[in-house]
């Protein structure tokens, strides 16, 4: 099974920027919407930026123009680039993805998350 271990985060100040890096233990070529996703303290947690199934990317409004999602199939990769950080963005940046599970009657998706990693942005 696919595993997703999330890195790069830590304490920024305001207006700063961090580079979250989530790896796969396995081939993430095949792995559908992989993206990030932000739990502040008391909160829900939320979508900030994912590849859609088509290969295009999905950003929450809140964080457009600022933050920027990539992959490295040869790496097994995707980073968040975060720049601008605001206080209101600290919170647990989990990574997760959509692994096909391939069987005789058809294919279904697992959904795999990280452990997370927290970003505090202080004022």
């Known amino acids: 099974q696919v595993q997703l271990v999330e890195s790069g985060g830590g304490l920024v100040q305001a207006g700063g920027s961090l580079r979250l890096s989530c790896a796969a233990s396995?081939?993430?070529?095949?792995?559908?919407?992989m993206g990030w996703y932000r739990q502040a303290p008391g909160k829900q947690r939320e979508l900030v930026a994912a590849f859609t199934n088509g290969g295009s990317t999905n950003y929450s409004d809140s964080v457009k123009g600022r933050f920027t999602i990539t992959r490295d199939n040869t790496k097994n990769v995707v980073y968040l680039q975060m720049n601008s950080l605001k206080p209101k963005e600290t919170g647990v940046y989990s990574c997760?993805?959509?692994?096909?599970?391939?069987?005789?009657?058809?294919?279904?998706?697992?959904?795999?998350w990280g452990q997370g990693t927290l970003v505090t942005v202080s004022a």
């Open positions: 396995g081939s993430i070529f095949s792995i559908n919407a």
């Open positions: 997760s993805g959509k692994v096909p599970v391939v069987t005789s009657i058809g294919t279904w998706y697992l959904e795999v």
